[in-house]
T-cell receptor, first 114, second 117 residues
Framework: AQSVTQLDSQVPVFEEAPVELRCNYS??????LFWYVQYPNQGLQLLLK??????LVKGINGFEAEFNKSQTSFHLRKPSVHISDTAEYFC????????????FGAGTRLAVHP | GAVVSQHPSWVICKSGTSVKIECRSL??????MFWYRQFPKQSLMLMAT?????????EQGVEKDKFLINHASLTLSTLTVTSAHPEDSSFYIC?????????????FGPGTRLTVL
């Protein structure tokens, strides 16, 4: 069965510092991977997605992620965070045979401090 | 980009009443819509998948008689929480999929906060 693991429930960081939010997946089939951001009391916004091709994916708001098949990882990175990046971040996966269903990780709370 | 709306954004109701939540895709047709439930500080839990014109498929452990889903058109799906109780209080989020396969993106609504007193 497919699963998504986000290794850190909370990540505190100072403003303008780099950050990495970790995500690992397990799947026996081809997988498509996504990172979403959720601000308080709001729905989810897509940051970026990996479908195929280049393993380095660039998204909105300066975020990027790297797909690593050998390590079954899809870590999210940003070289310099802002206070406004404080939010909940979810990694998700779906498979070619998954009928478009997304499997979400538990989420990582990114807290950016001044 | 594609927009999905939910109505209402928040609702408070008395225990035993039923509440209907609407999910609309405003600028595209959604062959599939998903309903999620999110408890505070937790991830999204998929409740059911609805396809236009057919019965919803519920995830294991979700009571289909309690959470009625209707996907009557390609732009509208509704979730009715019947005989709501305090334990049904949660944040309900829908998403809409244009039906172009798993490579295409789901678009999420802003969520509905349900509080049952």
């Amino acid at each position: 069965a497919q699963s998504v693991t986000q290794l850190d429930s909370q990540v505190p960081v100072f403003e303008e510092a780099p950050v990495e939010l970790r995500c690992n997946y397990s799947s026996s089939v081809s997988v498509y991977l996504f990172w979403y951001v959720q601000y308080p009391n709001q729905g989810l916004q897509l940051l970026l997605k990996y479908l195929s091709g280049s393993t380095l994916v660039k998204g909105i708001n300066g975020f990027e992620a790297e797909f690593n098949k050998s390590q079954t990882s899809f870590h999210l990175r940003k070289p310099s965070v802002h206070i406004s990046d404080t939010a909940e971040y979810f990694c998700a996966a779906t498979s070619s045979g998954g009928y478009n269903k997304l499997i979400f990780g538990a989420g990582t709370r990114l807290a950016v401090h001044p | 980009g594609a927009v999905v709306s939910q109505h209402p954004s928040w609702v408070i109701c008395k225990s035993g009443t039923s509440v209907k939540i609407e999910c609309r895709s405003l600028d595209f047709q959604a062959t599939t819509m998903f309903w999620y439930r999110q408890f505070p500080k937790q991830s999204l839990m998929l409740m059911a998948t609805s396809n236009e014109g057919s019965k919803a498929t519920y995830e294991q452990g979700v009571e289909k008689d309690k959470f009625l889903i209707n996907h009557a058109s390609l732009t509208l799906s509704t979730l009715t929480v019947t005989s709501a109780h305090p334990e049904d209080s949660s944040f309900y989020i829908c998403s809409a999929h244009p039906g172009l396969g798993p490579r295409s993106e789901q678009f999420f609504g802003p969520g509905t906060r349900l509080t049952v007193l």
